[in-house]
């Protein structure tokens, strides 16, 4: 096996998995269309679909800056797993919603935890990936 950085190997087996489980979400999709009357899923189970197979590919991309990051494994682990885990966060909320199909809408109605959460999501993925790309920055110059 290639020789990557320990933060790279568990950043790459998170995209697997998300990966994994946005085929997953497909096979969910497909279920609710061929049940469906009008042959379409839950808005919220296409997003969740959707939104999986692109953070999937973000994470992979995440894993790439990690390898290349300057910084100690410690601080490239931690600030890809902050983004990842608001990943996870975003497609389990979207595929609770449409296996309940209780919304269309999930912020139609917020409490205010939500936005307590955004703020936290805000800071979370785009302050994580910065660290990355300090440390990419960082090791190039």
């Not at 994994?20 to 679909?49: C, E, F, M, T």
């Not at 953070?55 to 983004?83: K, R």
């Not at 703020?119 to 920055?137: N, R, S």
Request: zero cysteines.
């Amino acid at each position: 096996m290639a020789d990557l950085a320990p933060e790279t190997r568990i950043v790459l087996l998170a995209a697997g998995l998300v990966f994994l489980w946005a085929l997953s979400l497909g096979v969910v999709k497909y279920a609710q269309i061929r049940q469906s009357p009008n042959a379409v899923a839950h808005p919220y189970i296409d997003i969740a679909h959707r939104s999986a197979l692109l953070y999937a590919f973000a994470i992979g991309l995440i894993a790439v800056f990690a390898e290349l990051s300057d910084w100690p494994t410690w601080v490239d682990l931690t600030a890809a797993l902050v983004q990842i885990a608001f990943f996870v966060a975003a497609i389990a909320s979207y595929q609770w919603h449409g296996l309940r199909r209780d919304t269309d809408n999930q912020l139609r109605d917020p409490s205010p935890a939500i936005g307590w959460f955004m703020v936290a999501l805000i800071v979370g993925e785009i302050g994580g990936f910065a660290v990355l790309l300090a440390g990419f920055v960082h090791a190039w110059a």
